[in-house]
């Protein structure tokens, strides 16, 4: 975890820097709209995970489409969603105005790109509006351990499905309540091309220096936005 403050106010800039097992390193940044808290402990045999805000660490993707005309009795739409975190997908047929069971459909991935594949019945026809919101997020970040999960309560407010110890990071044996959980989303981490570029703009005030948070580059504005 590494923070600049320039002053006594709480203007500061959080972000991850993360190294996995071969070497590559990923910033993510962290502020108020990327992170929460658990609102319960986790123990070693624990399968729910409670979280204050699980929004925090999830995103939706909202598309619009039209149903094309079927192949095979299969209606195919590609997604716009990052299919290495796509937690789930919801289908709203506007024409009908009813929602698809979701055993009528499923995510398959297709030269690498996630395509949704629907089954032909009653409740779709070509040429139907569709909204297509994919989930995403599966990973969160915990006291320096990264927790994979595959299903989402927004309910209660919890994840299950757990696959502790993720990417090659250490299982803890107790994480307390209240601890901070950051989001791991492909939409919170900062583009490879400029993590080792400066992300100072090397323009001088002389009331509040250099700091990172009156930055202009591409970098600093990343890190600056919070994501509502």
């Known amino acids: 975890m590494t923070n600049m403050i320039p002053h006594s106010t709480p203007d500061e800039e959080i972000y991850l820097n993360a190294v996995n097992t071969t070497g590559e390193q990923s910033v993510f940044r962290a502020n108020t709209q990327s992170r929460t808290w658990l609102a319960e402990p986790i123990f070693p045999l624990s399968q729910v995970i409670y979280l204050g805000d699980v929004t925090r660490v999830t995103d939706n993707l909202v598309e619009q489409r039209t149903a094309p005309s079927p192949v095979n009795n299969i209606y195919s739409i590609g997604l716009n969603s990052d299919k290495n975190i796509l937690s789930g997908v919801?289908?709203?047929?506007?024409?009908?105005?009813?929602?698809?069971?979701?055993?009528?459909?499923?995510?398959?991935?297709?030269?690498?790109?996630?395509?949704?594949?629907?089954?032909?019945?009653?409740?779709?026809?070509?040429?139907?509006?569709?909204?297509?919101?994919?989930?995403?997020?599966?990973?969160?970040?915990?006291?320096?351990?990264?927790?994979?999960?595959?299903?989402?309560?927004?309910?209660?407010?919890?994840?299950?499905?757990?696959?502790?110890?993720?990417?090659?990071?250490?299982?803890?044996?107790?994480?307390?309540?209240?601890?901070?959980?950051?989001?791991?989303?492909?939409?919170?981490?900062?583009?490879d091309l400029y993590i080792d570029q400066s992300w100072n703009s090397y323009i001088f005030n002389k009331v509040e220096g250099d700091p990172l948070q009156i930055s202009e580059t591409v970098p600093a504005q990343f890190l600056h936005t919070d994501i509502t």
């Open 90 to 191: 919801t289908v709203l047929n506007n024409t009908t105005g009813n929602t698809l069971d979701t055993d009528t459909y499923e995510v398959v991935i297709e030269e690498l790109a996630p395509i949704l594949k629907i089954t032909n019945g009653s409740y779709i026809s070509a040429g139907d509006s569709l909204t297509i919101t994919s989930l995403e997020g599966n990973v969160l970040y915990i006291n320096g351990e990264q927790i994979k999960f595959t299903s989402i309560n927004f309910e209660n407010n919890t994840v299950s499905g757990l696959q502790r110890g993720a990417n090659g990071t250490g299982v803890q044996d107790y994480i307390a309540k209240y601890t901070e959980v950051f989001s791991l989303l492909s939409n919170n981490r900062l583009p």
